[in-house]
């Protein structure tokens, strides 16, 4: 070996990274990021999911109830209401998780007539609720022991009391969605992160990839505009994109037997729109790279985090509450929130349309950044 010509190569090679400062960022910003997302991210516990009480009852049996609920880590109680229909249209509207509805006879202790509690739920949310009704249950089930204690000591003091042992508050849940498996609450998800990736892979090496390789180079030699070369490039992935993006809801449907209760047109346009979105954010990150590798290294840290605080695999509640900021920053958050809508809710497009105000601010804005910071020159 020669040991001159060997430092030589080694200079190069590191004096060649630390010409590329995207890629330089990226090889150590990257793990840091990762590792982060996986520890705080992905193994925090269900904390704060919010709920809301109807409470048509007063006495000591509903405070002590309240407290416990409080006390409760995986509740934060947003709203107490006296009004039943205000309490459920908290839940369809997606404003809380859960609403806990008290009977007006809650704290009428010297009847024998059970008390029936409903839990409202918003099953949608698969791992949230899956958490929280085991939560719930174990308060109410304090709350049934407690007076049962009661009971006996009622028994105890008098000799013909009348009191009758027996269950005396009942949780009645009511899975306004359904029965919903773990599989129904990823699809939709996963159809939009897979749609993502596709996307910005595909303009990485549509136009970062053409720019390396000389092509675009030799296309801009030709009297031919960025906005032809930009937008054809855009019709071009967009098209394989939606093509791919049916592909896999119709895959969905087949081998996991995934259900679309909404409009499946509605859904294949929410797909089209995610699909817009992301070749944007491709053009704005290739706008001004100069290889396909530079394009992967600034991709990658953005995307992949984006996945991890998106809700794709656990909801956003699982996240520290700087994660559940950033979530609101992502378009793939707004895409999933409005792929579960339609496919588990069955929403229509009156019930998604703030989803679809943000995904289209958020295309326009990669577009303009993209045609702007566009460099025919790289």
């Known amino acids: ?112 007539q059970r008390k029936d509690v409903t839990l409202y739920l918003d099953s949608s949310d698969q791992i949230a609720s899956q958490a929280l009704v085991p939560a719930i249950e174990q308060v109410f089930t304090g709350i049934n022991t407690k007076i049962s204690i009661e009971k006996i000591s009622m028994l105890n003091s008098r000799t013909n009391s009348g009191v009758s042992i027996v269950e005396s508050v009942r949780l009645v849940i009511n899975r306004i969605y359904g029965d919903v498996k773990y599989i129904d609450f990823l699809v939709p998800a996963v159809l939009a992160m897979i749609l993502m990736f596709s ?95 530079d394009y992967t290294q600034i991709v990658m840290p953005l995307s992949m985090p984006m996945m991890f605080v998106s809700g794709v695999f656990y909801p956003i509640e699982t996240m520290p509450w700087i994660f559940q900021k950033i979530a609101y920053i992502c378009p793939l958050t707004y895409l999933n929130d409005s792929m579960r809508s339609i496919m588990i809710k069955g929403s229509g497009i009156v019930d998604i349309w703030i989803d679809i105000v943000v995904l289209l601010g958020f295309t326009a804005l990669f577009f303009i950044l993209g045609v702007f910071r566009f460099n025919r020159d790289v």
Not at 12 to 41: E, N, T
Not at 45 to 55: D, K, L, R, T
Not at 266 to 271: D, P, R, S
């Open 199 to 293: 996307c910005a892979m595909g303009m990485g090496q549509s136009i970062a990839g053409e720019r390396e390789t000389g092509e675009l180079a030799r296309l801009f030699m030709t009297p031919t505009s960025v906005s032809t070369v930009v937008g054809g490039k855009i019709l071009s992935n967009l098209t394989i994109e939606i093509v791919r993006a049916f592909i896999l809801l119709i895959t969905a449907i087949i081998l996991f037997g995934v259900v679309i209760k909404g409009s499946i047109l509605l859904a294949i346009g929410m797909l089209i729109l995610g699909a817009l979105c992301f070749v944007g954010f491709g053009i704005m990150i290739s706008a001004s790279t100069s290889t396909q590798e």
């Open 1 to 112: 070996m020669e040991l001159k010509k060997f430092f030589w190569m080694f200079k190069k090679d590191i004096l060649s990274l630390w010409r590329h400062k995207p890629r330089l960022v990226s090889i150590f910003a990257f793990p840091m990021i990762m590792i982060a997302l996986f520890g705080y991210g992905m193994g925090g516990s269900i904390e704060h999911v919010p709920i809301a009480i109807v409470n048509m009852s007063s006495g000591e049996l509903t405070n002590s109830t309240l407290d416990m609920i409080n006390n409760l880590p995986i509740c934060n109680i947003e709203n107490i209401t006296d009004d039943v229909e205000a309490g459920k249209q908290l839940v369809d509207k997606g404003d809380v998780k859960a609403t806990i509805i008290l009977p007006q006879n809650y704290d009428n202790l010297g009847d024998d």
